[in-house]
């Protein structure tokens, strides 16, 4: 029997490719050439499978254009690039990786909450320019991490996570909100208390953003939610681009309505608003949440592993729209 055809968008680790080359005739990117959508669709027109990173567009056109594909294997949690709706009636099965990063990304959220609280790029940035030349009793004075309140907005796996270090590791008060609630028992391991998003942003001393990014997450922080928040607060947004309002957050920082930011994702990147781009109290980083080696190996052998688990055994191992497979296509 031929070998069903599989396109691995982006550029991977070539273990991941000889993996997937035991099983599918392949077509790579590892020259990581940047592909337009057309270009992309293309590609795919006659392929039974994709490995996607978090940057491919799956919609409804594309689907209509690739009558042969079965799964998308996202090699990330989050998959706002899937129309799941559009993928679900046109028997596309989505998988993503969940589990796998959530304590690497949970560690860089703390990562970009302590550099940002304790102005770390700042004053690295100021010292690399030549500027230290005596001691001052306010040199780059942040705020505190340990004792203070952690505030998480989204409570999903990476949200816990957080919650567990600045509870355990750093002695916080921690206080969340998320569309529902914990149950008790998983409150009680997190320390966490569910409050009103409005209370979450009035108390917070440094507010963590792990939520999902849809419709209704679109800006969920934006001038009306930054203005109630403390001056002296810290931002961290590891979730997605387009749940902070940048403009508006960047407008903040400058007018010290509030003290400090730490992002790794940003709206339309890799374009990075200009403004944030201009101000010290700001910690920028390109997307790396889930950048530890074994995290990103481990990443995309569950991509590799949904294919293949999928499309030889219909068996994804992370599937989105588990429904498709009762319609399995001919
Ligand atoms: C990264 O942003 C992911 O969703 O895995």
């Known amino acids: 029997m031929d070998k069903q055809r599989i396109l691995i968008s982006r550029a991977i680790f070539p273990e991941v490719i000889d993996k997937l080359a035991a099983h599918f005739e392949i077509e790579g990117n590892q020259a990581d050439e940047p592909w337009s959508q057309d270009e992309f669709v293309r590609r795919l027109a006659n392929k039974h499978g994709v490995f996607t990173t978090s940057s491919e567009r799956i919609d409804s056109a594309l689907l209509g254009a690739c009558p042969d594909l079965k799964i998308c294997a996202n090699m990330a949690v989050g998959y706002n690039n899937f129309d799941v709706p559009a993928m679900t009636s046109a028997k596309v099965l989505g998988t993503n990786a969940p589990g796998v ?3 690497t990304t949970a560690d860089f959220g ?5 550099a940002a609280a304790r102005r770390v790029s700042e004053s690295e940035h100021w010292l690399r320019a030549g500027k230290w030349n005596r001691w001052r009793y306010d040199l ?3 705020s ?3 004792g203070s309140t952690l505030a998480i907005l989204g409570m999903g796996r990476i949200g816990r996570g957080i919650a567990r270090r600045g ?3 750093f002695g916080m008060r921690v206080i969340y909100h998320n569309r529902s609630r914990l149950d008790s028992t998983t409150e009680a391991e997190c320390k966490a208390s569910y409050v009103s998003k409005e209370e979450l942003l009035r108390t917070a ?3 963590v953003l792990v939520l999902p990014y849809t419709s209704e997450s679109h800006h969920a922080i934006g001038a009306a939610e930054l203005a109630l928040m403390k001056p002296s607060a810290t931002l961290i947004n590891i979730a997605r681009g387009g749940i902070v309002d940048d403009a508006a957050l960047a407008h903040a920082l400058r007018e010290k309505r509030l003290a400090a930011a730490g992002l790794d994702v940003f709206e339309g990147e890799p374009k990075v608003h200009p403004e944030l781009l201009t101000l010290p109290n700001v910690v920028l980083t390109p997307h790396i949440a889930s950048a530890s080696v074994p995290t990103r190996m481990a990443m995309a052998h569950l991509a590799a592993d949904n294919l293949i688990g999928y499309l030889l055994h219909g068996k994804p191992v992370t599937p989105l729209n ?3 497979m009762e319609w399995k296509k001919s």
């Open 140 to 142: 780059f004075a942040g």
């Open 110 to 114: 703390f990562t970009l909450l302590m």
């Open 167 to 169: 509870a355990h590791g």
């Open 101 to 103: 990063l959530t304590e």
């Open 322 to 324: 588990p429904e498709v």
């Open 205 to 207: 001393d440094h507010l």
């Open 144 to 146: 505190d991490v340990h």
